[in-house]
């Protein structure tokens, strides 16, 4: 199974968007998700966001860049950023991906 969590152990319900960078050589890349009015920022949550987490058979992936969006004082949305340093690691990021699309019904649009 395919998760996001924001704390350990508290899935994410909220399907994000997620857009992908990649260098030209293929040796790193940068995916950015946005979670509109994610679980994690909800009012009944006590939990701390302790970073981002993309969970599934093969482990864990970690990024600790992840910034609140705030307007009108409230939070609105969650972004985070996970970067690839290697092919390995992009290939990793992707299978992670795949399952997440699959159990989430995501498309993917390849942006010109």
Known sequence: MA?????????????PEVRLTRSRTGNS???TFIFQNPKALSNGSTDEITGMYLIDE????VTREVKGRFINGKPEALEA????????????????????????????????
């Open 81 to 112: 950023v996970y970067v690839m340093k290697s092919p390995e690691e992009w290939e990793r990021f992707m299978r992670f991906m795949q399952r997440y699309a699959e159990e989430n019904g995501l498309g993917f649009n390849k942006a010109e």
């Open 58 to 61: 093969e482990g864990e992936l």
């Open 29 to 31: 890349g940068t995916a």
């Open 3 to 15: 998760t996001i969590q924001f704390s350990k152990g508290i899935d994410e319900e909220v399907i």
